[in-house]
């Protein structure tokens, strides 16, 4: 039986789709990829590096607990950078191919101009992507400070997938399993994934709080 060309170019169409990166209704971002199985040993702590550890970061109950204040000194003491307290995923640096991170944040009401989840590194600035969070309306995840991403996050569990095709330049953004933002990348470099709370270099908020679990990195 021959097809209708009507739905033949649909289907031609939504093929075309799914191989272009514009993922299909239903399906999960992390199809088509491989876990990346990832111990203890693959998350690498940061915090200001005149504070305990347990002053900045707790593990309990599968959940990982970042905080810091906005007067809190840098990660090591010649360093110029903002107050942090982040997990950085070593190991799996990457300069090229397709690979994904994916994790389940939670932020507290309040917690305003900090970066929740970056891609550090690139061959312009040093990042390739930073996810920030802003008091907004209920809680506003932005590109950086620019771009809105979503809404409404504070207070509440919500789903995180960042792709990085770095052999095309891309970078998708999906909250609980929706599209959210694309946008090119910052060119090839020493490429990581990192989350956790790192405060923006303005306007941010005195605590900065947010919580992580079932943090995971797939490739193909």
Not at 98 to 107: N, S
Not at 142 to 148: A, H, V
């Amino acid at each position: 039986m021959k097809m209708n060309s009507f739905y033949y170019k649909l289907l031609c169409l939504l093929i075309l789709s799914f191989f272009e990166g514009h993922y299909l209704c239903g399906a999960d971002p992390t199809d088509g990829f491989t876990l990346v199985p990832l111990t203890e040993d693959n998350f690498k702590l940061q915090k200001p590096y005149n504070e305990p550890l347990d002053d900045r970061y707790s593990y309990k109950d599968g959940v990982r607990s970042f905080w810091i204040y906005n007067n809190d000194k840098p990660y090591s003491p010649d360093s110029p950078t903002r107050p942090r307290s982040e997990l950085r995923i070593s190991g799996h640096d990457y300069s090229s191919g397709i690979w994904q991170f994916e994790g389940y944040a939670y932020v507290p009401s309040g917690t305003s101009g900090v970066t929740i989840v970056q891609i550090h590194g690139a061959s312009e600035g040093e990042t390739t992507l930073q996810l920030r969070m802003y008091e907004g309306d209920g809680g506003d995840l932005r590109y950086y400070r620019y771009n809105l991403v979503d809404t409404g996050l504070y207070d509440k569990w919500f789903r995180v997938n960042i792709i990085h095709n770095v052999d095309k330049g891309k970078v998708i953004v999906f909250i609980d399993g929706v599209k959210k933002f694309v946008v090119k990348d910052q060119g090839p470099g020493d490429l990581y994934f990192k989350c956790g709370v790192y405060a923006a270099p303005f306007n941010s908020s005195n605590y900065m709080e947010s919580r992580w679990k079932e943090i995971k990195i797939y490739k193909k």
